[in-house]
Each structure stands twice: as C-alpha cells, then as structure tokens.
C-alpha cells in the first residue's frame, strides 16, 4: 500500500512544482529555495541532534512561538531544527531564529522515502514534533525505523479527515501509528485519534495551544500608531481575508458608514501577495487604500488600511474596536478568534469554523462572539458591538483561561526525555 502512495507522490510531484511556480507570479518566495523540498542545499546541521519540530503555515507556527519560547528558556543547549511549508511562515521563522543562535530552519521535505531519508541523515533529529493534522506515511515509517520518538501536538481531527483517512490511507498509516504519541486538542479529537487506530494510552487532551493568553505586552512602536487614528469613532479589523470575502467586507463597511460615518476599515489579508487584487477592489468601491507596508496612515473614513505585512496582526488587534475573522465567510474552515479576544475586542465570523469547531463551540454562549451570514448582518454586528462594549465579559474570559504552555511542555518533556 506504501509503494501505491509513493508512486502517486511521484505522478504529483511535476504538478506541485507547477503549482509553486504558478503561486511565486504574485510572491516569488514560492519559487526559491526549492531544492529544500528534496532534501538538497540545507542549512549545515548542529553537532548535537536537535529536535525537529514542524509547522505548517504562519497559523501554526505563531500558535507554536509561545511554546518554543518556554522551550529554549527551559533547555537553551538544545538545538532545534524548524520546518514549514509556506514562504510567509518562513519568513516568520527566519525572523525568530536571528534571535536564538541555536535554531535551524529549513522547507518540510516532500513526503517521498530518498527525500524523507536525506532530510533525516542530515539532521539527525532525536525526535520529530508534528503539529494538528500532519501525518505523512512516508516519514512516519521511517522515523519508526530509526527508534526515533515521534509526537502529534495541538492534534486536531475533524470527523470529515478521518472519514478521508480512513477510507484511503488507514491501511497504509496504521503500522506506523502504533508508536506515535498524541496530544490532541479535545476529547472529540481524542476520540477520532482512537478510532483512526492510536492506541489510547498514546493519546492525552491538552486545550488548543492556541488558546494561550500571551502575557508579553504590545510593542512600543504600536503606540506611535495610535495617535494618527484618535479621530475616528470606531475601528473595525478584518482579519486573514481570502478572495471572496473582501467585496463583503467592503459592502458591510459601506453599510456600517451610514450609521457611524468616521469609522475605519483595516483588512489584513490573509496572503499579503493578494494585496494588489485589493487595491483594485478597493478603488472600485470608491474607496481609498492605504498600504501598512508603505508605512501610510489612514486620515478619512473614505481611507481603507491594508495590512499587507508579516508578523503584525496580532498587535494590530489592539488598534481597532472589533474583529471579523476571515475564511468563515467561505468554505475554508476559519482562523483563530482567540488572538482577537485575547487583545480584549469582540468578534464575529461567519459560518465556516470548522477548522476550530472546538473553540466557536465554546464561545457560543458569550455576546462578544457572534455569527453573520452576509454584509448587512457583518455591519449590524458591528454596529451592535460600538453601542454596546464587552470589556468586562471578554476580560473575564481570558482570566479563565488555564495555563496551556505548561502542560504542553510537560507532554513534550516526557515524550522526549528532557
């Protein structure tokens, strides 16, 4: 069954190339570095074996950053080697790894077993940590192989992915699985984690990592930003957007503009190589916008900002009053709402959250967390929220929030014998 998955890895891999060139017309990020990918041209390796940790995309890896953090505190000899996929959660790690000499960053390698083995000759990791949902059958087996202990955390499995799981590659993971150590986001997804074929006493329930409250505060040049942006009523942030969303954001703007007419739009696409598409879009709705990487400052309410930076949202959420979380409006699954929340602002979604089924699910039953369907209902929520702070209430829900990084770090401390 194995060699059924390689091959097709193989028919792929001419259409992945085609896919990453045809991606690097609006970011050319995707077209450099390849060779990565196949094992070839990475980063000398540290003399002692570091622990290679992967994440996917910048989602990920700034949920991660907390923990990572704790880590090098904790056991600041320990070297460790960061993956991903995407050339934005790179450009995250390149960024972090210039402050901790003893970090090493390459591209995930493409699951096919040479690449896999390259990769794990030149490292020579003591032990792999995999994030959410990333179960690659090829390094699975190969790491079993070579005794090296291998974790799932922040493991999330939605009914959906173990129906496809299960259907076509459950054959083909379950040898491999018996020794892989799970730390799954909810009882549900421990749940699934068994049926897919972990064994239960390989898998334990930590919350979301991504439901940790950082406590560092906002940076300083934030402050700088605030003054220019005391003259407008209401802000409003409209968080990782993909193509499809923003004609709704922009309408619901509009909308909004009729009952609060200096209030302020900031939409921070979720892929700042689309910021060009915006742009268009922006001028079509007789709006004006406004670049974050051109360092320009909105002064009007016909001004739109757009955060086409790396590495800002999370502090751009103190600037407004409320969030909308983008990829809900869509069939995409939704980001993370807690950063939001986390900045002290309510939001809204709409009803695509699948992606965090648990966290929305939790937030329900709370008024500064609400679901819209369209424009109009974007623009009364938002409206609803300017008349009506919830301060309080979402400061009494951080407060509640147990300590995520501890336990997370304990589960990789016995994994990996630390």
């Keep these: 069954m194995r060699y059924l998955y390689t091959l097709l890895l193989y028919v792929l891999i001419p259409f992945t190339l085609l896919r990453l060139l045809y991606k690097s017309r609006t970011n050319p990020d995707y077209r450099r570095r390849i060779l990565e990918r196949f094992g070839y041209r990475l980063p000398p390796a540290p003399k002692q074996s570091p622990l290679w940790i992967h994440t996917v995309s910048v989602g990920e890896f700034l949920a991660l950053k907390p923990l990572l953090e704790h880590l090098i505190h904790a056991h600041p000899q320990l070297p460790l080697w960061l993956t991903c996929t995407t050339p934005t959660a790179s ?31 030149h490292i020579k990791p003591r032990g792999i940590i995999l994030m959410e949902t990333e179960l690659w059958p090829n390094l699975l087996t190969l790491a079993q192989r070579r005794t090296l202990p291998i974790t799932l955390i922040n493991a999330r499995l939605s009914a959906k992915s173990l129906r496809g799981y299960r259907t076509y590659l459950q054959r083909l993971l379950k040898p491999s699985l018996q020794s892989l150590q799970v730390n799954a986001q909810s009882k549900d997804d421990a749940r699934r984690f068994r ?29 700088a930003l605030k003054k220019p942006l005391n003259s407008y009523t209401f802000i409003w942030l409209a968080a990782s957007t993909h193509s499809g969303e923003d004609s709704i954001i922009l309408d619901a703007h509009h909308q909004l ?8 739009l900031i939409l921070a696409p979720r892929h700042p190589e689309r910021r060009d598409s915006l742009i268009k879009l922006t001028q079509q709705t007789q709006y004006n916008p406004l670049l974050r990487s051109q360092n320009t400052h909105p002064q009007t309410p016909q001004d739109i900002w757009i955060l086409d930076t790396l590495g800002e949202l999370r502090h751009f959420y103190h600037l407004a009053h409320c969030a909308f979380i983008g990829g809900s409006l869509i069939r995409h699954g939704g980001h993370n709402p807690l950063e939001a929340l986390h900045a002290g602002i309510p939001v809204c979604y709409g009803s695509s959250m699948y992606n965090f ?4 699910a939790q937030l329900t039953a709370h008024p500064f967390a609400q679901t ?47």
């Design 91 to 121: 450009a995250q790690i390149q960024q972090f790894t210039q402050h901790h000499p003893n970090l090493y960053h390459s591209y995930f390698p493409y699951d096919l077993p040479s690449i896999v083995k390259r990769h794990l000759r």
């Design 195 to 223: 049926q897919l074929g972990i064994p239960a006493h390989h898998i334990r329930h930590t919350p979301n990592l991504k439901h940790h409250h950082p406590t560092s505060p906002p940076p300083a040049w934030l402050n």
């Design 257 to 264: 503009q009729q009952h609060l007419p200096n209030s302020l």
């Design 357 to 360: 089924s648990t966290i929305t």
């Design 372 to 418: 819209i369907h369209d424009a109009t209902s974007l623009a009364r929520t938002l409206h609803h929220y300017h008349q009506h702070p919830q301060h309080s209430a979402i400061t009494q829900f951080n407060q509640q929030q147990p300590n995520l990084l501890k336990q997370h770090y304990q589960f990789i401390q016995q994994s990996f014998n630390l």
